[in-house]
């Protein structure tokens, strides 16, 4: 087994009581990269809310003083 996981690319002979850091960095980059994204949209769709309904205020009171 040690021959398949040397051959891999993912087993590092001189670490053999621990396991490798190579999979674990990829997980965490890959959790940060999506949390970050995820965060980022919400918080951009947020301001986006916030901004088409100040939009749409302005304009009903723009209409409204039209129609008078």
């Keep these: 087994m040690s021959r398949i996981l040397a ?4 087993y590092d002979e001189g670490l ?9 960095a990829v ?5 940060l990269v999506v ?5 980022g949209l919400v ?5 986006l809310h ?3 309904a100040n939009l749409a205020g302005d304009c009903a009171r723009a209409f ?3 129609m008078k």
Aim: a positive charge; glycine letters at 2%; aromatic letters at 12%.
């Design 7 to 10: 051959s891999s690319g993912f």
């Design 16 to 24: 053999i009581d621990h396991r490798n850091t190579r999979p674990l």
């Design 27 to 31: 997980a965490f980059a890959t959790i």
């Design 35 to 39: 949390w970050t994204l995820a965060f």
């Design 43 to 47: 918080s951009l769709s947020d301001r």
């Design 50 to 52: 916030a901004q088409s």
């Design 64 to 66: 409204s003083t039209m």
